[in-house]
Every structure is written in C-alpha cells, then in structure tokens.
C-alpha cells in the first residue's frame, strides 16, 4: 500500500533553516511527481511546491520562492524541502502528497502523509 | 494567485443533501477541468474524494459527486451521514501557479 512518511519538522528560530524529509512506499517513486503542501493552524491548505518525477522540472509558491527548495532521490524514494529564512508565518504542518497522473500535472493529490509541523518562533 | 472562493459553513441534517460552491477565474476552474475536492477530519491529512471535476477514487461512496458550470465547481453530498461532518477543500490546476486550493468550509451534520 502507498505510504508517505514525513520527518524533519520541529522548533526554529526566525531566519534559521530546516530540512523536511518524505518517505515513499508501496509504489514506484520515480514515476510520479510530488508535492509539499501546508496548513498553518486552524487555516486552509496552501500549496507549496512541485517537482517532476525526475526532479526537471520544478515549481514553486510565490510565498516561498527563493527561500525553500524541492529536490528528490528516487533511488532512496524520499522527497525533501529545504526551508531557508524562515519566518513566523511559515508555521504550519508541511505534507507530502502524491500527483496521481504520471504524464502532465492535474494539481490532484491522491495520497497524503500524515503531516509533520514546523513551528518558526523565537 | 488568490485562492479558490467557498462559503466559510455549510450544514445539513442526516440523510440531507448540500452543496459547497466553489468560485474561481477563468485561468483556473473555468479553464480546465482539473478540478479537486478533499475531505479532511480534525487531525488528521486531507482526503482525495473528488478529480477532474467528477470523478471519484476507489473507495468514495458515490453519495459525493462533483460538477462544474463556468468558473464555479461544485460538490453535492446527498444522503448526510454524520461522519461527512469535516472541512472540504477544492483545489485547481491553474495556469500561472500551478495550482490553487479553496479556504476550505466546514460542515457540519446536525
């Protein structure tokens, strides 16, 4: 069955760096595009990033860009966001999710992780 | 991008039907048919139970169907039950971002 397992989120200070890790399973990793998505507390999802099956190709949130970068290791199946210059409203729990459709992105997420939360604080 | 516009509440009683609306742009709902709805309880990841407008994944009862009309995409559940009680997001592909979600509503089942 498809897992998705995220690590890596805690407590930092504002401008300080964290790096989330997504562990994939119960599928073939390097077929498929991924993605982070947030959600700050008690507010809605926000996307945040896409990478392409390869890691070519790559997209980002204008409230991130320049700041956080997606990158992959399908020999590992694991997904990763480094999250430089962190913020106080970059708080939220961060989730991997899976793009089903393994030929164009469709912006539909059919598998999630459970989360884990990255809270920016001094 | 802003995000996707849906009602903040919705409710209904068991065995009801309701809708939740969501309003979009032409550069997104309007423009594509990517559109996908998320069922998600307290604590716990996002649920997919609608794709590319009205298709539902394995598993989905088909009381929840999903249609669009315009830029606004809709999904009905009919037949409320009470563990339909959660918030529901909508979310498009969208031509500049590439995607946008909705601010989410809460349901409620009373």
């Known amino acids: 069955q498809v897992q998705l397992v995220e690590s890596g989120g805690g407590l930092v200070k504002p401008g300080g760096s964290l790096r989330l890790s997504c562990a994939a399973s119960?599928?073939?990793?390097?077929?498929?595009?991924m993605s982070w998505i947030r959600q700050a507390p008690g507010k809605g999802l926000e996307w945040v990033s896409y990478i392409s099956s390869s890691g070519s190709t790559i997209y980002y949130a204008d409230s991130v860009k320049g700041r956080f970068t997606i990158s992959r290791d399908n020999a590992k199946n694991s997904l990763y966001l480094q999250m430089n210059s962190l913020r106080a409203e970059d708080t939220a729990v961060y989730y991997c999710a899976r793009e089903p459709n393994i030929v164009v992105v469709t912006a539909t997420f059919d598998y999630w992780g459970q989360g884990t939360l990255v809270t920016v604080s001094s | 991008q802003s995000a996707l516009t849906q009602p903040a509440s919705v409710s209904g009683s068991p065995g009801q039907s309701i809708t939740i609306s969501c309003t979009g742009t032409s550069s997104d709902v309007g423009g594509y048919n990517y559109v996908s709805w998320y069922q998600q309880h307290p604590g716990k990841a996002p649920k997919l139970m609608i794709y590319?407008?009205?298709n539902r994944p394995s598993g989905v009862p088909d009381r929840f169907s999903g249609s669009k009309s315009g830029n606004t995409a809709s999904l009905t559940i009919s037949g409320l039950q009470a563990e339909d009680e959660a918030d529901y997001y909508c979310s498009s592909y969208t031509s500049s971002s590439p995607v946008v979600f909705g601010g989410g509503t809460k349901l409620t089942v009373l």
């Open positions: 590319e407008v009205s």
């Open positions: 119960g599928f073939t990793f390097s077929d498929y595009y």
